[in-house]
């Protein structure tokens, strides 16, 4: 890190100049040798700082899948970032002789929630600007004994907040969902005005900061076929999520809907609206990677930090082949950059 990067009087590092902290996910998946495709790829955003939160061996293993030069460097702290380098703190949590490639493991799943917990803990003290994740395996969580659903969750419990919310970003369309990580039947019951409401909002100031202030045109979609078609394929609709449109805009925010979930995102992407709230994981997520599975980016908002991560998952059946693409992981580390300066 340059001189210039730290306050004279205060001795802190400069906001600007802060580094992202990228945590290198499940250890068997695709997350190590991505890190190292990304930071090398000479894509990243002009003046981006990175530091790996993982394993150093782990990611030394990586480069010899990536086959591409990589300078690896060990810092103790994030302020020992080395431009021309891929800087990482290590870990120390695992070896390549812990696991095998592919294979869901508890020391993985222990590993990867290690470097999450790193990173939650340097944004909240703020030396570094926000945090990117690399995919985990929720199997390998479990395995190791840790009861949480995925990322989302357990930023959620470190910085202590319950208005919070998964959105997946892809052209310039943002994805806010009801429910995520649960049955279809446990999402019928978690689906209420209230909880409709609250994801509007949390998009809405998403949204706001993303476009520079301009208040975004908000599309709410049903849970039914046809938005239930006026009562005839279900009520939900109409005894809760148009009570939640009607609030929605009585707070000024612009919010249309329900529309029904198999066009609404189509009209998204024509341009109709910036954001769309989803009632059901799978009614968002199946649009959102059947139009571009490389490309999107999941973003945590309500957050007191910045988080956003890559769209995909640990991919154990391409995992150590060197095939896996980056794309993804540079869109989620342009994200947390624009989101980090807006703070």
């Known amino acids: 890190m340059t001189a210039a990067a730290h306050d004279r009087n205060t001795g802190m590092i400069d906001n600007a100049a802060r580094p992202l902290a990228l945590t290198m996910g499940d250890p068997a998946g695709i997350g190590p040798e991505i890190a190292l495709k990304a930071l090398t790829s000479g894509d990243l955003p002009p003046d981006c700082r990175i530091i790996v939160i993982g394993d150093l061996s782990v990611l030394e293993q990586a480069a010899g899948f990536v086959g591409r030069p990589a300078r690896i460097h060990a810092v103790s702290s994030a302020a020992e970032h080395r431009d021309g380098f891929v800087n990482v703190l290590d870990m120390r949590c695992i070896t390549p002789a812990d696991f095998t490639m592919g294979v869901v493991s508890?020391?993985?799943g222990k590993a990867a929630y290690a470097y999450i917990l790193k990173a939650i803990e340097l944004a909240k003290a703020g030396l570094v600007a926000g945090a990117v994740t690399n995919p985990i395996n929720k199997e390998a969580l479990r395995a190791a004994g840790i009861d949480y659903p995925g990322h989302t969750e357990i930023f959620a419990h470190e910085t202590g907040v319950t208005d919070y919310s998964m959105v997946f970003q892809l052209d310039a369309v943002a994805v806010a969902h009801v429910t995520t990580h649960c049955s279809v039947r446990q999402a019928l019951d978690l689906i209420t005005t209230?909880?409709?409401?609250?994801?509007?909002?949390?998009?809405?100031?998403?949204?706001?900061?993303?476009?520079?202030?301009?208040a975004p045109a908000i599309a709410v979609g049903g849970l039914n076929p046809h938005a239930g078609e006026n009562g005839l394929f279900g009520d939900e609709e109409i005894s809760r999520i148009i009570p939640a449109v009607k609030?929605?805009?009585?707070?000024?925010?612009n919010v249309s809907g329900p529309f029904p979930p198999d066009t609404v995102f189509m009209r998204a992407f024509k341009g109709e609206f910036d954001g769309v709230v989803a009632m059901l994981h799978d009614h968002g997520f199946v649009a959102l990677k059947s139009r571009d599975f490389e490309n999107g980016?999941?973003?945590?908002?309500?957050?007191?930090?910045?988080?956003?991560?890559?769209?995909?998952?640990?991919?154990?059946?391409?995992?150590?082949?060197g095939a896996a693409s980056e794309k993804s992981l540079l869109a989620a580390i342009r994200t947390a950059q624009k989101l980090s300066a807006r703070r």
């Open 247 to 253: 609030l929605a805009r009585a707070e000024g925010m």
């Open 106 to 108: 508890a020391k993985c």
């Open 297 to 321: 980016v999941n973003i945590t908002v309500g957050l007191p930090i910045v988080r956003t991560s890559v769209g995909h998952g640990t991919a154990f059946d391409i995992a150590g082949a």
């Open 194 to 214: 209230d909880r409709v409401v609250r994801m509007a909002r949390l998009l809405d100031a998403t949204l706001r900061r993303m476009l520079d202030g301009r």
